[in-house]
């Protein structure tokens, strides 16, 4: 990211309008130098207002200056200063929404520990003997490598206690996809497991 230090005179009189311009036709690095130069305290200062944390905040900016790079060559700015606050702004929303939801999917999981883990542990027939916090990390992995279809429907069907007709009533499967997935899922799961723990 050395080009984001790089302070041209020759560049540091045009308007913004102009140095994109320049930008799209040359694809000169420089020229992001300069509106870093410009703008970077705004970005920060935006992120940090969304985010609530520095280090996290300087690197949303660096990520968004970075996404600049194509954006503005594939993107009509018609002004640059408003658009660039609406992009910072939007970056921090997607990331804040993004970690509530991982944030609200382990709650949910902890929440139904150790009761619900315990006997999806149990079902799976796995004998391999491990605490709690153990399965949670270790059913948790395997869960994530699961497809999306099966994974919904297993964590429908252990966590929120819910019905095959029910999950197809929020997922517009037919009960008998459902009911697939779910055993699908559970065997999937149950093969991911052994071979974490090394189960023959």
């Known amino acids: 990211m050395a080009y984001l230090t790089v302070k041209s005179s020759s560049f540091s009189s045009l308007t913004d309008d102009d140095l994109i311009a320049i930008y799209r036709d040359s694809g000169n690095m420089e020229i992001m130098g300069e509106l870093y130069r410009r703008y970077s305290h705004l970005v920060l200062g935006t992120c940090f207002k969304y985010l609530k944390n520095k280090e996290n905040a300087s690197d949303a900016t660096m990520q968004i200056f970075e996404k ?55 079902e799976l027939h796995l004998n391999h003997e491990s605490d709690d916090e153990k399965r949670l990390v270790a059913i948790t992995e395997a869960l994530n490598q699961l497809n999306q279809e099966q994974r919904t429907c297993v964590e429908l069907t252990y966590f929120e206690n819910k019905s095959y007709k029910e999950i197809a009533d929020i997922t517009g499967m037919d009960t008998n996809k459902v009911k697939s997935h779910v055993q699908n899922g559970k065997r999937n799961l149950k093969t991911l497991l052994e071979k974490m723990y090394d189960v023959e």
């Open 68 to 122: 600049l790079i194509s954006d503005l060559k594939n993107t009509q700015v018609t002004y640059f200063k408003s658009w660039l606050y609406m992009v910072s702004k939007n970056h921090c929303l997607m990331q804040i929404r993004k970690e509530t939801s991982v944030q609200k999917h382990l709650e949910t999981i902890r929440e139904n520990t150790p009761e619900k883990f315990v006997e999806m542990w149990d």
